[in-house]
Every structure is written in structure tokens, then in C-alpha cells.
């Protein structure tokens, strides 16, 4: 992935979360931020693949909407060639 300019996420937890979080990473010889940025990453693309199965589910609940198949399949490309 090409490096792009970066914003910063604030975001409030329990203290003792943190602490558990920071030893966590530690112990695995990463940074918060890596292990953040990772985590985030994830959650969209998992979230891009669970809308790509809820159009799939209901392209087939459709099957004789063609337009609906054609931009199911127009998602698909472009999530294909971010990844």
C-alpha cells in the first residue's frame, strides 16, 4: 500500500484497557499506531465484503434485475483492484 498522508483518530477507552493494549503491543514488538492502522484496515475491508454478500443475497433474491447484477459486479472490480 502507498503511503499517503495520515490524519490522526482520538478516541476514549478504560485506563486499564490502555495499559493491557500498550503491554500487548509491546510484547509483540509493535507500535499502537501499527497495530491500530492494521485493526482499522481490517474493519474496512471486512465491512466492504460484507456489503458485497448482502448484494450478492439480494441479486439472487432479484435474479431478473439485471442492473442490480451489473453494479454488484462493478463493486466487485473495484474493490478487487484496491486490494
Known sequence: MAK????LISARIDEHLKEQFVESVRLNQ?????????LIEDYVR???R???????????????????VL???GTISVLNEAD
Do not use: G, Y
Request: glycine share 0%.
Open 71 to 73: 453494479n454488484w459486479l
Open 30 to 38: 509493535q507500535s499502537p499506531s501499527e497495530v491500530l492502522r492494521k
Open 50 to 68: 460484507e456489503l458485497i454478500r448482502r448484494d450478492a443475497a439480494e441479486i439472487r433474491a432479484n435474479k431478473d434485475d439485471e442492473e442490480d
Open 4 to 7: 499517503s498522508a495520515t490524519q
Open 46 to 48: 471486512e465491512t466492504e
